[in-house]
């Protein structure tokens, strides 16, 4: 799977921990950075990751900031992501069968790198549960869109 990755200065370490071991699993990667820890503001990196997304220049997006959470909010702006915040293994696993996650979202000031890894290979390889019920709420979600533009 082609996926794009992309950090702030807070998530930079656990990014440059986590592209070598999805490299290793056989994806293939396009890095938007950051690379250090000069201070940048995450929707810097959050947009050109869902931008890649949308366009189908790559199938999925990881983002990682302090938090998770300005990453999160920042890639919920673009038509046509859906981006989770996770920090469990459990939400990884469901956000992709429920919600057809295109983005993960997460932190490196609250996870490890040991979990961060396991939460991204279910999230990669958890397919889309396809549920008609699934499927009509994120319809609604999607619509939300279409109202608003
Ligand atoms: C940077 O200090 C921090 O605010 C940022 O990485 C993120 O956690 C914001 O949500």
């Known amino acids: 799977m082609k996926i794009a990755i992309g950090a702030d200065h807070a998530g930079?370490?656990?990014?440059?921990?986590?592209?070598?071991?999805?490299?290793?699993?056989?994806h293939e990667l396009v890095d938007v950075g950051c690379s250090c820890?000069?201070?940048?503001?995450?929707?810097d990196y959050a947009?050109?990751?869902?931008d890649k997304v949308v366009s189908g220049e790559v199938e999925r997006?990881?983002?990682?900031c302090g938090t998770g959470i300005g990453m999160s909010i920042a890639a919920n702006k673009t038509a046509g992501i859906?981006?989770?915040l996770v920090h469990d293994m459990f939400s990884a696993k469901a956000t992709r069968?429920?919600?057809n996650t295109n983005v993960l979202a997460m932190g490196e000031r609250v996870i490890g790198p040991g979990l961060a890894q396991e939460?991204?290979?279910?999230w990669i390889e958890t397919p889309f549960s396809e549920?008609?019920?699934?499927?009509?709420r994120i319809h609604k979600v999607m619509a939300i869109e279409a109202h608003q533009s």
């Open 47 to 50: 947009v050109p990751v869902c």
């Open 12 to 26: 930079y370490r656990l990014k440059d921990e986590i592209a070598p071991f999805l490299l290793s699993l056989g």
């Open 131 to 136: 549920g008609e019920r699934h499927k009509n």
């Open 61 to 64: 997006g990881i983002l990682i």
């Open 37 to 43: 820890g000069d201070s940048v503001d995450y929707p």
């Open 97 to 99: 069968e429920h919600n």
């Open 119 to 122: 939460i991204v290979k279910i």
């Open 82 to 84: 859906r981006c989770a």
